[in-house]
C-alpha cells in the first residue's frame, strides 16, 4: 500500500510536468498565447484531473495510516490478551476465583477491521485469528457471569440467613419451660448448629459457579498463542513494529 501510495504521488507529479510541457509545447510551436488557452476552457479540464488524482492519493494515503493503525491495535490486543491466559491459567492452578480484571479483549479489533486484512492472510490464518478471538469473547462472557453472580448469589445467603436466624429466635422465645432454662444458650446452639450446615466448608449448600468455570478452562484450553505465528509476523509489518 506504501509503494502503491508513492507511485501514485510521482505519476501525479509526472502527469502535471507532461501537461505544462505539452501546454507550452502548442503555445511555442503554434504560437498559442496562455491567454488564448485560457478561453478555450483546457485550465478547468487540467485541473479537474489534477484535483482528482491529488484526492485519490490523500484517500489511500488515509486508507493505509487506518490499516497500520488498525493493524497495530490487533497485534497489541492479541499479545495483551496471550499474556493474560497464561496469568489465569497460572492463577486457576492455585485458586479458581478470578476477577474482571482478566478480561482478554476490550476493543475487538478484529471483529471490526478484519476486511481489512483479507488479501493479507489466507485461510487457515483467518481462520485462526476468527477462533483466537471467538474462544476470547466466549471467555469473557462467562467470566463476567461468574463475577456478577457471586455477589448476588452472597447477598440472597445473608437475606435467608437472617430470615433464619430470626424464625430460630422467635421459635426459642416461644419455649414452654420453666426460669431454670437458659433459652440463649439454646439460641446460640441452634443457631451454631444451622450456620454449619448453612455457610460451613463443607456445606452441600455451598455455592459455585460450575458452569461458568467449565466454559472459562474450555476457553482455555482452545486458546494457543499465536502473535508468534505468520499471523503475528504478517500483522507486526502490516503495522511496523
Same mark, same amino acid.
Given at each position: 500500500m506504501r509503494n502503491r501510495s508513492n507511485y501514485l504521488l510521482i505519476l501525479t507529479v509526472v502527469l502535471l510536468i507532461l501537461i505544462l510541457l505539452t501546454i507550452a509545447g502548442w503555445s511555442l510551436a503554434y504560437h498559442v498565447s496562455w491567454a488564448w488557452i485560457i478561453r478555450l476552457n483546457l485550465v478547468s479540464p487540467i485541473s479537474t484531473i489534477l484535483v482528482g488524482m491529488i484526492a485519490y492519493y490523500i484517500y489511500s494515503v488515509q486508507k493505509r495510516d487506518f490499516k497500520i493503525n488498525a493493524a497495530k491495535i490487533i497485534f497489541m490486543e492479541i499479545c495483551e490478551a496471550?499474556?493474560?491466559?497464561?496469568?489465569?491459567?497460572?492463577?486457576?492452578?492455585?485458586?479458581?476465583?478470578?476477577?474482571?480484571?482478566?478480561?482478554?479483549?476490550?476493543?475487538?479489533?478484529?471483529?471490526?477491521?478484519?476486511?481489512?486484512?483479507?488479501?493479507?492472510?489466507?485461510?487457515?490464518?483467518?481462520?485462526m485469528l476468527d477462533n483466537f478471538y471467538l474462544q476470547c469473547r466466549v471467555f469473557d462472557e462467562f467470566l463476567m457471569r461468574q463475577i456478577n453472580i457471586i455477589p448476588r448469589h452472597i447477598d440472597y445467603r445473608l437475606e435467608?440467613?437472617?430470615?433464619?436466624?430470626? !424464625?430460630?429466635?422467635?421459635?426459642?422465645?416461644?419455649?414452654?419451660?420453666?426460669?431454670?432454662?437458659?433459652?440463649k444458650k439454646i439460641y446460640k446452639e441452634k443457631i451454631r448448629k444451622f450456620t454449619d450446615m448453612f455457610?460451613?466448608? !463443607?456445606?452441600?449448600?455451598?455455592?459455585?459457579?460450575?458452569?461458568?468455570?467449565?466454559?472459562?478452562?474450555?476457553?482455555?484450553?482452545?486458546?494457543?498463542?499465536?502473535?508468534?505465528?505468520?499471523i503475528g509476523i504478517k500483522l507486526k509489518q502490516i503495522a511496523r513494529v
Open positions: 496471550e499474556k493474560k491466559i497464561q496469568e489465569v491459567k497460572t492463577r486457576l492452578d492455585k485458586n479458581p476465583t478470578i476477577d474482571d480484571y482478566y478480561l482478554l479483549i476490550s476493543i475487538d479489533g478484529w471483529r471490526q477491521n478484519k476486511y481489512l486484512f483479507i488479501n493479507d492472510l489466507v485461510d487457515n490464518e483467518l481462520s435467608n440467613l437472617q430470615r433464619i436466624i430470626a !424464625d430460630i429466635a422467635k421459635e426459642t422465645a416461644l419455649i414452654d419451660a420453666d426460669d431454670k432454662t437458659d433459652k455457610i460451613g466448608d !463443607d456445606s452441600p449448600y455451598t455455592y459455585t459457579p460450575r458452569l461458568s468455570e467449565t466454559k472459562i478452562r474450555e476457553c482455555l484450553s482452545a486458546l494457543s498463542p499465536i502473535s508468534t505465528t505468520s
